[in-house]
């Protein structure tokens, strides 16, 4: 959340926040605000509509196909598969630290027991997994 969010829906460090503003001025923001609420209502309500007139169309269309004996497969409709989570990466590199093997894939921010080693001189290459 931003900032200015994280102020504006926390009580007192909103009250913080508008405490050198005048009556007037905090007027003013009150009703800016009330606007976007008001704003915003009226987008609910217009979606809301928009859905309940395409859920009846969709009802509609539902009971015209039954009384004609179609069924969504006779259309010919293919439902979408839900996608595969691909499998995690093998790791790539690992060293012992402590007695603790640590791994890593060479994706993403380098761990810093790797780090450390590269900045001490050593190379990747010498942390390398050899694959069997």
């Known amino acids: 959340m931003s900032e200015f969010l994280d102020i504006l829906t926390h009580g007192r460090r909103f009250k913080a926040a508008v405490k050198d ?8 923001v009150a009703e ?15 979606e809301e509509k928009l859905q309940a007139a ?12 039954e009384s004609v004996g ?9 439902v979408a598969k839900p996608t595969k989570k691909r499998a995690p990466r093998p790791p790539k590199y690992q060293i012992e630290v402590d007695g603790e093997m640590v791994t890593w894939t ?11 080693q590269v900045d001490n001189g050593h190379s990747m290459d010498e942390f390398l997994i050899e694959k069997a």
């Open 106 to 116: 060479g994706q993403g921010r380098m761990p810093t027991v790797f780090k450390t």
């Open 32 to 46: 800016k605000l009330e606007k976007v609420i008001e704003e915003r209502a009226e987008e609910a309500k217009e």
């Open 70 to 78: 179609l069924s969504v497969e006779d259309l010919g409709a293919t």
């Open 54 to 65: 395409r859920i009846a169309k969709i009802e509609e269309i539902r009971q015209q196909m």
């Open 21 to 28: 503003l005048s009556v007037e001025e905090l007027k003013s």
